[in-house]
């Protein structure tokens, strides 16, 4: 279940993937079924004016094909969605897999500058970059990877600037 914290406390964006096929809508209200069915569980005593109708959904954020980004659970409570790593963190879901519409991409990274502004300093990473670092050698390596979360390099994607990542762009027809 979720716990309160503290907002400082957050030092670290995790980006996931719904791991859906790209460009099908898909929504909040399918992941809290989902959230759900794994025994998730916010604690609505929390903040229980956000995001009512959502009571087990794991992220904070959760970014549609549309391009708009809708609340999952509150910033206040603790997520779901990276195991060792829930109490610092806020997850932000991506609905699709490895390729996302312009305005998804558009969405993220408004997102992202917003948190960087808000909290100067603030790790941007993956999900799949927080797997354990079975080997020790100090980097997470394809190998290690838990799951392919999300389907693509965030840290690419920062260090192009933030600019669509080749071949991850969703067109109808499928991916560029
Ligand atoms: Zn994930």
């Not at 060792?84 to 558009?106: K, R, V, Y």
Request: charged share 20%; aromatic share 6%; with cysteine.
């Amino acid at each position: 279940m979720g716990r309160r914290r503290s907002l400082e406390s957050i030092d670290t964006l995790v980006i996931h993937c719904s791991a859906t096929p790209n460009g099908r809508w898909t929504t909040p209200e399918d992941i809290d079924r989902w959230h759900a069915a794994r025994g998730f569980r916010r604690d609505m005593s929390i903040s229980p004016h956000d995001s009512p109708g959502l009571l087990h959904i794991g992220y904070h954020y959760v970014l549609l094909t549309t391009g708009a980004v809708t609340m999952g659970r509150p910033e206040i409570e603790s997520g779901a969605h990276v195991t060792g790593h829930n109490d610092h963190t806020i997850g932000l879901c991506m609905i699709g897999t490895d390729a996302f519409s312009p305005a998804q991409w558009e969405t993220l990274c408004r997102h992202v500058t917003q948190q960087q502004q808000r909290r100067p300093g603030i790790r941007v990473c993956g999900h799949r970059d927080l797997s354990p670092d079975r080997d020790g050698d100090g980097r997470v390596e394809a190998h290690e990877w838990l799951k392919i979360c999300p389907g693509f390099s965030v840290a690419d994607w920062l260090a192009g600037g933030m600019t669509p990542l080749p071949g991850h762009i969703f067109a109808a027809g499928g991916s560029t």
